[in-house]
């Protein structure tokens, strides 16, 4: 199983970022998918999820990010996408891709002037 996230970087406020993760070694379209990210000192925390091809795709979203975000699967490339808008200096953190019991490596988000 693998997961590799993409898309992280410098951003500067009120910027955007797609951030992508390809699935790997198990069958995607079966299983929930999450972000989370994390501040160095902080415990890692939920920011958005779609569940299962077979349980609907619905998706859901921390109240922090509600309306900014948004979590899509790209099938094709097996794949989960995570558009983010409009972007907060708060958001600055390493975000993962988790599915299946397994996590990405993660990629840095920077939100700054």
């Known amino acids: 199983v693998q997961l590799v996230e993409s898309g992280g970087g410098l951003v500067q406020p009120g910027g955007s970022l797609r951030l992508s993760c390809v699935a790997s070694?198990?069958?995607?379209?079966?299983?929930?998918m999450s972000w989370y990210r994390q501040i160095p000192g902080q415990e890692r925390e939920l920011v958005a999820g779609i569940t299962s091809i077979q349980s609907g795709g619905s998706t859901s979203y921390a109240d922090s990010v509600k309306g900014r975000f948004a979590i899509t699967r790209d099938r094709a490339k097996n794949a989960v996408l995570l558009e983010m808008n409009n972007l907060r200096p708060e958001y600055t953190a390493m975000y993962y891709c988790?599915?299946?019991?397994?996590w990405g490596q993660g990629t840095q988000v920077t939100v700054s002037s």
């Open positions: 070694g198990f069958t995607f379209s079966r299983y929930d």
């Open positions: 988790f599915s299946a019991g397994y």
